[in-house]
Each structure stands twice: as structure tokens, then as C-alpha cells.
């Protein structure tokens, strides 16, 4: 029953809120907008086609994460190698637009098969990471539209232990490991891929970005992670949580995970960080992507995301970025499909009237299961 009155509710607004963008209603409904951020990521290959999703993207938004453009298997692929083309043109088109940039190429698993390959030795890893990493901070320092970067992505798994290497050249692993740790027990790449970003891009927002549910023992290491940079001096000014939410019961619909993600908000804010959600989807596995159940899961879920979002908005900075804007099949064998706030036809989702709503009129989380 609590379902049917959300659906009802929601479809009841959907065609008043059609005629307000989610950058119109920031602007409207008296957010700070230097404090509070609602963007979104699409496809390269959209970009400057006069398509349907960049006329959506300008329609709705004017916070921008460029894709995949700026890590290292594009930018930096090989030795000698480099290519800025697809980089340059989402700066450009940023620039047009006037959009505000948060640029996602940390140093993560997501590296070149160059630094995955096994005849690596530390030094060449280090010198990998050192050049990629230093041309990409004095570039992006230079714009005026980049606010923030990611500087480390996906560096602890769930159980708390590092995310490190994998035999040969996997496509997910994370070859910086390797160059070590230092004498405190911290990976060596994440300590320099601080002090390069400082030096090196001082007028961008270093972001510490991290991907998971609300898994305790990995996010109490993220945060001593992060202390422990502080406390050597070192500049992080956010943390992001990539939110690849899983149709179960998770972030979004138990309580007790939308408690802990409140938690690390508040951490955040007392250490005068912004929390940044990063790259907000809803993953399937065997369901189908038209099933009133999902649906009703996804818009919940983002509902509960974005009030708790809403509720610290006076305390810190808070920014969510939904990471892509038309469902697609996932890649693999898991997610098998990956919803977002468009479907297949580019027909507005269930779960983006939701967040339009919530916007809006500022609303109480919805009533959750403990477990």
C-alpha cells in the first residue's frame, strides 16, 4: 500500500514537474548554489551531436562529470603516447555552457594496460603515475570551469583490505600497490597522488572517491586514510561515494545504511569537506528493468539519497552526480542492466520525478525496514 501511494503521488506530479529542470528548481527553491550541486554524466558520443541526451543534460543540469575522458587508459594509454582529444572536448563544451566540472581521472584500477602489464618493476609504475598524473593536475589547474578532480578512486575493498594487484593485466586490478607502503602502512601511490595533486592543481577541490555500499570496516579505513593525509599536511577537501546501488535491500531503503551514510556526511562536514555522491545508478542483476517492484526500489531509494542530502545542505557541501542518463545493459555478466533517470526510449523514469519532488518540497525520508 505505502508503495501504491508513492506511485500515485509521484505520477501526480510528473507532468508539473516536466515543465521545471532540476538546475531551475535549485535555482528557485532557495538552495545555495555554491554549496549544493545536481549534475550528470553521458556518453562521449552524444557529445556535440545536437542529440537527444545532451539536449536533455543542458535541459536539466549545468553541474558536469565528464565519463571516462580523463583517466588514464584514454589520456595516457601506452609510453610516448598521448591523446587530450576526448578530454578537450568536454572542457570545451563545458566552457560553452558555462557548466561546472568535476573531472574523474584518479589514479585507480582503472589503468592503463601498460601499468597492468606483469614485466613491471615499482620504479616504472611510479614513473607511470608521477607523468599521467602531473600533466592532467597542471592542465585541468589551468580551467576555470573544473572545481573539483578526483585524485584516488576504489582504493579499499569491503573487507577493509587494500584493493591491490591481480596476476597478468586484468581488466580490475589495481597495479599501484605494487610501488608499496610507506613506513606508517599506508600505499605509497595514494600518499603521491596527494602531494602531486597539491602541487600541482591548487586551485581544484581534491576529491577522495571510493565505491561500495555502506560496508563499515572499508569506509572507517577510507576515513583514517584521509585523516592520516591531513595530518601530514596534505589537502583533501571531499570525499565522493560512487553509488552503484544493487536491487536489494541497501543504502536508500534500510535504515540503518541511510544512518551511516548521514554519519559520513556529518564526518565530512566537521572536517570543513564536502561529501560528494559521485556516480548515482541502480544495478540489476536477472530483474527486469520494467518491473513495478524495481521501479518502485530505485525511485525509494533516490528519494531517501537525496532528502538526506537535502536535510545537511546548511552544514557543508553536498553534491550528487547521477551517472549516466539512459538505462543500458551493464557490461559483463553483472549488472545485467543498469537504470538511471531516462529509460530505453529516453522517457523520464519514475525514480528522476522522485528526486524532482524531493527538491522541491524538502521532504521527510520515507518510513524504512531496520534490516
Same mark, same amino acid.
Given at each position: 500500500?505505502?508503495?501504491?501511494?508513492?506511485?500515485?503521488?509521484?505520477?501526480?506530479?510528473?507532468?508539473?514537474?516536466?515543465?521545471? &529542470?532540476?538546475?531551475?528548481?535549485?535555482?528557485?527553491?532557495?538552495?545555495?548554489?555554491?554549496?549544493?550541486?545536481?549534475?550528470?554524466?553521458?556518453?562521449? &558520443?552524444?557529445?556535440?551531436? %545536437?542529440?537527444?541526451?545532451?539536449?536533455?543534460?543542458?535541459?536539466?543540469?549545468?553541474?558536469?562529470?565528464?565519463?571516462?575522458?580523463?583517466?588514464?587508459?584514454?589520456?595516457?594509454?601506452?609510453?610516448?603516447?598521448?591523446?587530450?582529444?576526448?578530454?578537450?572536448?568536454?572542457?570545451?563544451?563545458? *566552457? *560553452?555552457? %558555462?557548466?561546472?566540472?568535476?573531472?574523474?581521472?584518479?589514479?585507480?584500477?582503472?589503468?592503463?594496460?601498460?601499468?597492468?602489464? /606483469?614485466?613491471?618493476?615499482?620504479?616504472?609504475?611510479?614513473?607511470?603515475?608521477?607523468?599521467?598524473?602531473?600533466?592532467?593536475?597542471?592542465?585541468?589547474?589551468?580551467?576555470?570551469?573544473?572545481?573539483?578532480?578526483?585524485?584516488?578512486?576504489?582504493?579499499?575493498?569491503? =573487507?577493509?583490505?587494500?584493493?591491490?594487484?591481480?596476476?597478468?593485466?586484468?581488466?580490475?586490478?589495481?597495479?599501484?600497490?605494487?610501488?608499496?607502503?610507506?613506513?606508517?602502512?599506508?600505499?605509497?601511490?595514494?600518499?603521491?597522488?596527494?602531494?602531486?595533486?597539491?602541487?600541482?592543481?591548487?586551485?581544484?577541490?581534491?576529491?577522495?572517491?571510493? =565505491?561500495?555500499?555502506?560496508?563499515?570496516?572499508?569506509?572507517?579505513?577510507?576515513?583514517?586514510?584521509?585523516?592520516?593525509?591531513?595530518?601530514?599536511?596534505?589537502?583533501?577537501?571531499?570525499?565522493?561515494?560512487?553509488?552503484?546501488?544493487? /536491487?536489494?535491500?541497501?543504502?536508500?531503503?534500510?535504515?540503518?545504511?541511510?544512518?551511516? @551514510?548521514?554519519?559520513?556526511?556529518?564526518?565530512?562536514?566537521?572536517?570543513?569537506?564536502?561529501?560528494?555522491?559521485?556516480?548515482?545508478?541502480?544495478?540489476?542483476?536477472?530483474?527486469?528493468?520494467?518491473?513495478?517492484?524495481?521501479?518502485?526500489?530505485?525511485?525509494?531509494?533516490? &528519494?531517501?539519497?537525496?532528502?538526506?542530502?537535502?536535510?545537511?545542505?546548511? =552544514?557543508? @557541501?553536498?553534491? @550528487? =552526480?547521477?551517472?549516466?542518463?539512459?538505462?543500458?545493459?551493464?557490461?559483463?555478466?553483472?549488472?545485467?542492466?543498469?537504470?538511471?533517470?531516462?529509460?530505453?526510449?529516453?522517457?523520464?523514469?519514475?525514480?528522476?520525478?522522485?528526486? *524532482?519532488?524531493?527538491?522541491?518540497?524538502?521532504?521527510? @525520508?520515507?518510513?524504512?525496514?531496520?534490516?
Amino acid at each position: 500500500m505505502r508503495y501504491l501511494i508513492i506511485i500515485l503521488l509521484v505520477f501526480f506530479n510528473s507532468t508539473a514537474q516536466d515543465k521545471y &529542470s532540476v538546475k531551475n528548481i535549485l535555482k528557485d527553491s532557495g538552495y545555495s548554489l555554491d554549496s549544493f550541486y545536481v549534475g550528470a554524466t553521458f556518453k562521449y &558520443s552524444a557529445l556535440n551531436s %545536437n542529440s537527444k541526451l545532451e539536449k536533455i543534460f543542458l535541459k536539466e543540469f549545468n553541474y558536469l562529470t565528464p565519463e571516462n575522458a580523463s583517466k588514464q587508459t584514454a589520456i595516457h594509454p601506452r609510453p610516448g603516447v598521448w591523446n587530450w582529444k576526448k578530454h578537450n572536448d568536454w572542457i570545451d563544451f563545458a *566552457k *560553452k555552457n %558555462n557548466l561546472t566540472v568535476r573531472i574523474h581521472g584518479p589514479i585507480s584500477p582503472q589503468a592503463s594496460k601498460w601499468a597492468k602489464n /606483469d614485466d613491471r618493476t615499482k620504479e616504472e609504475l611510479l614513473l607511470n603515475l608521477e607523468e599521467y598524473f602531473i600533466e592532467l593536475c597542471k592542465r585541468i589547474n589551468e580551467e576555470p570551469n573544473v572545481k573539483w578532480m578526483d585524485v584516488v578512486n576504489e582504493t579499499i575493498l569491503r =573487507n577493509g583490505d587494500w584493493f591491490s594487484e591481480k596476476p597478468g593485466d586484468s581488466s580490475w586490478e589495481n597495479p599501484w600497490t605494487q610501488i608499496g607502503l610507506n613506513s606508517d602502512g599506508y600505499p605509497i601511490y595514494i600518499v603521491k597522488a596527494f602531494e602531486i595533486a597539491q602541487k600541482y592543481a591548487p586551485n581544484v577541490k581534491l576529491v577522495y572517491n571510493h =565505491n561500495g555500499g555502506m560496508e563499515r570496516k572499508m569506509w572507517q579505513k577510507v576515513l583514517s586514510t584521509i585523516s592520516y593525509l591531513k595530518n601530514k599536511g596534505l589537502r583533501v577537501d571531499g570525499l565522493g561515494w560512487q553509488a552503484h546501488l544493487r /536491487d536489494v535491500r541497501g543504502v536508500g531503503l534500510v535504515k540503518k545504511d541511510l544512518d551511516y @551514510l548521514s554519519y559520513l556526511i556529518d564526518w565530512c562536514h566537521s572536517k570543513q569537506m564536502g561529501f560528494h555522491v559521485t556516480e548515482l545508478n541502480y544495478w540489476l542483476r536477472d530483474e527486469s528493468p520494467n518491473s513495478i517492484d524495481v521501479l518502485n526500489r530505485q525511485s525509494i531509494s533516490y &528519494s531517501n539519497i537525496v532528502n538526506t542530502l537535502i536535510a545537511k545542505r546548511n =552544514n557543508g @557541501l553536498v553534491t @550528487l =552526480n547521477l551517472w549516466g542518463i539512459k538505462n543500458k545493459k551493464g557490461p559483463g555478466n553483472y549488472p545485467k542492466n543498469i537504470l538511471s533517470i531516462y529509460d530505453k526510449d529516453l522517457k523520464p523514469a519514475q525514480a528522476f520525478y522522485s528526486i *524532482k519532488k524531493s527538491l522541491i518540497e524538502k521532504n521527510t @525520508l520515507i518510513r524504512l525496514p531496520k534490516e
